[in-house]
């Protein structure tokens, strides 16, 4: 049909709005039925009708008509067009968007029907939608609430046409299947009240203009979860101090967002606790960062907690109770002695003897143990490199014995001893310096070596004995000389003297030595036991004086 074109139509129930169209019987009598905005259009210049037409291009004619209403029977009655809610349309081609009611007739083989068509609606137009995937911000995030934002929809960056007439900012909640949506006017934002804490929220926002298909494509789904009230990020934010039988210092650290949970300022603390197995809590409040607690039973376990206070006066659940005792009012470590032997070179043992009072069924000691700390080996100016001074614990296995023998330590060393009883209250401790000793000898020079002078003097050099050897200050060193006899024990000496220098000259005029004889020359150190104590290690070496 020359000078006209065919639209393509799908009648969608969606769309559906009322108008003054009037349907045209045989009779020309005019009455109300269901009328519909054309939504979903097509025009084509030729083909068949399809279902499921995209939505309509830009600046495509849109057109409110109506339908006979047998034209919508659904469920088992065809329509006479054969697909429900589908017909084929002859319109000028040259009608304008907007204009004068024109009247349109369905093809000769169903012209028992006609229907009025109302071409003076605006041409379609693309609805407007933001440029942004996700143009929403969130701000002022609570435990029970948010605020949102949006950026004024701008048409030359946004898609779509304008002008906006409404924006609506929809809410979905867990378990929600639909979204709720909030008209906003113009209003570039809205505060959420009323939400639950700890939740994920999904937000969206659609533009409106002033169309009847002006409800643009809601943007991408965001996430906004809601806070809590302020808590500590640690589990067991408190500590226990200046433990007595009847109080306890509780402190704790000042709430901070960077690390912390929940959303704050902290205005309050509240501290609960209570004996270990009761129901009742006490509470104390405070805005600083510290309580004492008193009047407590000695030697009780308590649960002590703690809960923190927002702005809006809400709190906290309370923490993970722990659990304080306090002390055993009677129990006491009354003496802490010692003595000290040795029975090796360089090793000593320690006695260690103690007492305790006030050890009750409620202060009982369950173990206990003593601590060797070594700080000193005397006559080497400190621990040596080569010597272990990580602490010695020693445990006592029976809980009433009150000494204990301990061996392998360092003779004629400073030792930090401490004395521990822990009891289900806690720990008491007692300590005291102890200084072991040596009874035996101090241990043999070292180094020794012969020099050989040019006009034949033979000189021997030696160094102290080992530092961890030693049973006091080395104030002499005693040297023998003797002849040099095969299997023999304890030759006689041809020379025996004391020096307190760690060398000595042999000279080869000495009228006690004779030329060309093996002689054997041997060395020891005395102490502070005086230049008599003989009993101690020597080193010896043979040789012989060349002429």
Not at 120 to 130: D, G, K, V
């Amino acid at each position: 049909m020359e000078g006209h074109f065919l639209i393509q139509v799908l009648l969608l129930s969606s769309f559906c709005l009322l108008t003054n169209c009037c349907l045209l019987s045989k009779g020309g009598a005019c009455g109300l039925q269901n009328s519909f905005y054309g939504g979903r259009l097509s025009f084509v210049d030729e083909g068949d009708l399809r279902q499921g037409s995209p939505p309509p291009w830009a600046n495509q004619r849109v057109f409110v008509f109506q339908m006979p209403s047998w034209f919508f029977k659904g469920g088992n009655y065809r329509s006479k067009f054969g697909h429900r809610g589908i017909g084929r349309i002859w319109i000028p081609e040259e009608a304008p968007c907007g204009g004068e009611i024109s009247k349109h007739v369905f093809p000769s083989e169903i012209t028992e029907q006609a229907f009025s068509l109302d071409s003076s609606l605006p041409c379609y137009q693309t609805p407007p939608s933001y440029d942004q995937s996700e143009p929403l911000e969130f701000s002022d995030v609570t435990s029970t609430g948010v605020t949102v934002t949006w950026p004024a929809w701008n048409e030359t960056v946004d898609h779509g046409h304008g002008p906006i007439v409404e924006y609506r900012i929809q809410i979905k909640g867990p378990g929600e299947e639909e979204f709720t949506e909030i008209p906003k006017g113009r209003q570039l934002f809205h505060q959420f009240t009323g939400l639950r804490e700890r939740v994920d929220y999904k937000f969206r926002i659609s533009v409106f203009r002033d169309h009847p298909f002006g409800e643009g494509t809601p943007s991408n789904e965001q996430t906004c979860r809601t806070s809590g009230p302020p808590s500590f990020a640690n589990p067991e934010p408190l500590e226990f101090r200046d433990l007595t039988s009847s109080s306890v210092r509780v402190s704790w650290p000042e709430w901070d967002p960077r690390v912390d949970s929940g959303t704050g300022p902290v205005t309050r603390y509240k501290i609960f606790y209570r004996q270990e197995g009761e129901r009742r809590w006490t509470t104390e409040e405070t805005s600083g960062l510290f309580v004492l607690l008193t009047e407590l039973t000695d030697g009780t376990a308590y649960e002590v907690a703690i809960s923190l206070e927002d702005m809006n006066g809400d709190n906290t659940n309370a923490s993970v109770a722990q659990i304080v005792t306090t002390a055993c009012e009677d129990l006491v470590i009354t003496d802490l002695s010692y003595t000290s032997s040795s029975r090796r070179v360089g090793y000593a043992r320690a006695v260690v003897m103690w007492s305790v009072e006030g050890d009750t069924d409620s202060c009982r000691v369950l173990s206990q143990n003593l601590s060797f700390r070594l700080l000193d080996v005397l006559e080497c100016g400190g621990v040596p490199p080569t010597v272990d001074a990580t602490p010695r614990v020693v445990d006592v296995k029976d809980v009433e014995a009150r000494t204990r023998t301990v061996i392998h330590l360092t003779a004629n060393s400073l030792y930090n001893l401490t004395l521990s009883l822990n009891t289900q209250t806690g720990t008491y401790q007692r300590s005291m310096s102890i200084q072991t000793v040596t009874t035996r000898p101090t241990g043999e020079p070292t180094n020794l070596l012969p020099e050989q002078k040019g006009n034949g003097d033979l000189v021997f050099h030696w160094n102290k004995p080992e530092c961890s050897k030693r049973n006091g200050p080395i104030n002499s060193y005693y040297y023998t000389v003797a002849t040099f006899i095969p299997n023999a024990m304890n030759p006689p000496p041809v020379i025996a003297e004391h020096v307190e220098d760690n060398k000595i000259r042999l000279r080869i005029r000495d009228e006690r030595l004779l030329q060309n004889q093996q002689y054997v020359f041997t060395v020891r150190a005395t102490t502070g036991t005086g230049s008599n104590d003989l009993s101690s290690p020597t080193t010896d070496m043979q040789f012989v004086f060349e002429s």
